[in-house]
């Protein structure tokens, strides 16, 4: 955490605690650390050495430099390689310069509106690889006149950078679901090559987060014509983890677990989903951490 809050509080739904968990990774998650990152005392410490010290020298961003916790979120997506984390902090702090608009101010309580349309949000549990689930509802659930795509990805990036907070999350990494279940002509002609360009160049380039699999479920055929305005923007690395699902729940669970799914997606898991509102209740709590987020990046000229 950038801030003093080292435990975040939790919501209670029922007998279900939800909260983000900043608590050190299992052993079975260290373990996928070592033998996928080379995440080992060896390599972790002349990793960090190396990376503060190139970001010294880097006159023009400002870094919270004494935190070993804020560089190890973008050394563990690197495997601890320091001069490919640095060039990942650059494009992570460009991308937010060339898309400022999105990104000046940006915390949860100025983003309650895609949370409280319930078009986004987190399973309550993570998947049998310790990934976090995030689906996108952007069929017949989404009200495109009172809840744009700028706000679905404002909300994205919100939920991803909390995400980054997560030890067992950096490691493991996150999937996510597109629910396209009753997509409509007049919403796909939302979707715009600029908009496509700014998502892949996001999850492609400058997210330190691992994304291991994009899976489009409950699309109708017309869905391809959204497909067709991001696959020229796609390298074959994410293209590979695009994973069109329709109807079959089989493929679906063969990727995540039926455990780890509710029981509209054919899974049964027992805790109650976690609406949009229910997790922008645990957001809010962390509007400061957000603002200390904010607070690091390219020097303004």
């Known amino acids: ?36 990152l080379r995440e080992t005392p060896e390599v972790v410490k002349p990793a960090i050495e190396e990376l503060r010290r190139l970001l010294q020298e880097d006159k023009d961003l400002r870094v919270p430099l004494d935190s070993e916790a804020w560089m190890i979120r973008f050394l563990r997506p690197c495997k601890f390689y320091p001069e490919s984390s640095y060039d990942l902090i650059k494009r992570y702090y460009g991308f937010k310069v060339k898309h400022h608009k999105h990104y000046d101010g940006l915390i949860p309580s100025k983003e309650t509106n895609v949370f409280n349309q319930n078009v986004l949000t987190v399973l309550p549990t993570r998947d049998q690889y310790g990934r976090r689930v995030l689906v996108l509802e952007l069929g017949k659930k989404w009200k495109h006149n009172k809840c744009s795509l700028d706000e679905v990805f404002k909300g994205c ?15 493991c990494g996150a999937v996510v679901i597109f629910d396209m279940d009753g997509l409509a002509m007049q919403q796909v002609m939302q979707f715009t090559p600029p908009f496509a360009k700014r998502i892949v160049d996001w999850l492609q380039e400058c997210i330190p987060l691992r994304i291991k699999g994009l899976y489009i479920i409950n699309q109708p055929y017309i869905f391809n014509m959204v497909f067709q305005i991001f696959k020229p923007f796609l390298k074959e690395k994410l293209r590979s983890r695009i ?56 020097k303004k000229k």
């Open 243 to 298: 994973i069109f699902m329709g109807n079959d729940r089989d493929l679906l669970h063969k990727h995540i677990s039926p455990k780890c799914l509710p029981e509209s997606y054919g899974g049964t898991l027992t805790i109650p989903s976690v609406t949009g509102a229910q997790w922008l209740e645990l957001l809010l709590m962390c509007d400061r951490e957000f603002m200390a987020i904010n607070s690091y990046g390219y």
């Open 1 to 36: 955490m950038l801030t003093d809050l080292e435990k975040l509080p939790g919501v209670q739904l029922g007998d279900f605690l939800l909260q983000f968990e900043l608590d050190e990774p299992r052993e079975s998650v260290r373990e996928i650390a070592r033998t996928e």
């Open 157 to 171: 990036v919100l939920f991803l950078e909390a995400a980054m907070l997560e030890p067992e999350t950096q490691i």
